[in-house]
């Protein structure tokens, strides 16, 4: 059974950084993709960041390059991400999911697996 799980979130001030992780158990985690998403109330959910499966190649949405960064430790089965100077409109559920692909993807419909997401809220 696959079983994506984020810890990290939590409330925050604007300018702040957070660390999320998400441990995976079930899949052969060195074999695919890792990608990070978040949904805002009352928006879609939206791709947010991309890794490749060794860790070589990531993808960011545009507005969010610079501040937020994509790792991965594939001996621990953990993707990392790290958000820098955070902002309002950051504030939204993020969710780990895991690839059909061992390159980054964008689109939700190309992850299979996804983690129950963590509160990342952010106080102006």
């Known amino acids: 059974q696959v079983r994506l799980v984020e810890f990290g979130g939590g409330l925050v001030q604007a300018g702040d950084s957070l660390r999320l992780s998400c441990a995976a158990s079930?899949?052969?985690?060195?074999?695919?993709?890792m990608g990070w998403f978040r949904q805002a109330p009352g928006k879609e959910r939206e791709f947010v960041t991309a890794?490749?499966?060794?860790?070589?190649?990531?993808e960011y949405i545009d507005s969010l390059k610079g501040r937020f960064t994509i790792s991965r430790d594939n001996a621990n089965n953990t993707v990392y991400l790290q958000m820098n100077s955070l902002k309002p409109e950051d504030t939204a559920v993020y969710y780990c999911?895991?690839?059909?692909?061992?390159?980054?993807?964008?689109?939700?419909?190309?992850?299979?697996?996804w983690g129950q997401g963590t509160q990342v809220t952010v106080s102006s």
């Open positions: 999911a895991s690839s059909t692909s061992r390159w980054t993807r964008t689109s939700i419909s190309d992850y299979n697996y």
């Open positions: 079930g899949l052969a985690f060195s074999n695919y993709a």
């Open positions: 890794i490749s499966w060794s860790g070589g190649v990531t």
